[in-house]
DNA sequence: GTCTATCATTTGTATGTACAAGTAAATAAC
DNA sequence: GTTATTTACTTGTACATACAAATGATAGAC
């Protein structure tokens, strides 16, 4: 049968499991109108303020030309500022930003929640360190 | 610190899985000018010629409208062909996607084994196999 | 037989993401 | 000190993907 084939496959599986669990972020961040990888660059943001560009793209896995969209973005909604020093961007949180930074931490702890009653607290932890390692490997590997 | 945290959500982690090993996944599919899940719908529609379009979005797990995207696409390619009957489009190769397939599985047995290079064959395929139970226990919570 | 509800598909629109090319600043070579 | 190289960032473009709305077809209610 196909689907077997399929499903042994491990760029089909992580791209099964990669959009179920974005569904459930995405759903829990959608009360505060960010999408998870938004609210996760703010937060970064917070603990590192005037952090640049490169690393915080590097922090968030994701390619530089996508930070600087995320970073537009959240310009537009108010909620970053950017100063460029020479050849550096640097990314801060704005009042507002700072002032969403409470209810994004209260987001991530529900998501987490509603992960571990669904997979077991245990379990859950085991799962989530198993895929990082995984995907450690693999960038170490390529 | 802040990559602590972000470490420990799955769905931050699963995305950076899925980008990973679809790194290796593209690459390997670029050599036959297909991205992997076009790929991979092909072998589908090898195997049940005249699928329909909600089945074989089923069984890629994918949206339905992005299953009519793809279809589009390796139509214009002269890949596969989609009759409609009644409300149903059915889904079938050509001639050209025919002489394709045995390059689609070269493809997918060399990517295979670079997983399992990277990995080894038993963990990979028991890495394969978790990712898999998880994504199906996500979706039977939803 | 018409009307309505349901189902399969497509299309409009939007988002996340990336690569490659472009630009601008800093550094190194000489 | 000018030129070349590297580095950091942004922009143009493109693709995968999804949701919601639109369309078209079947089936059920009466």
Request: charge should be neutral; include cysteine; proline fraction near 2%.
């Amino acid at each position: 049968m196909m689907q077997e084939l399929l499903k042994g496959c491990l760029y089909f599986t992580a791209n099964q499991l990669a959009r179920e669990a974005g569904k459930l972020a995405e759903e829990e961040f959608r009360k505060i109108g960010l999408s998870p990888t938004y609210a996760f660059l703010i937060l970064v943001v917070k603990e590192q303020p005037r952090i640049t560009l490169t690393e915080l793209s590097s922090i968030l896995h994701i390619a530089p030309s996508t930070g600087t969209r995320f970073v537009d973005k959240l310009i537009v909604k108010g909620l970053v500022d950017r100063k460029t020093e020479g050849k550096l961007a640097k990314v801060t949180l704005t009042e507002k930003g700072l002032q969403l930074h409470d209810e994004i931490q209260a987001c991530w702890d529900r998501l987490y929640d509603r992960y571990s009653a669904i997979f077991g607290k245990e379990e859950g932890d085991a799962l989530t360190e198993t895929v990082l390692k995984a995907s450690e490997t693999l960038r170490k590997a390529e």
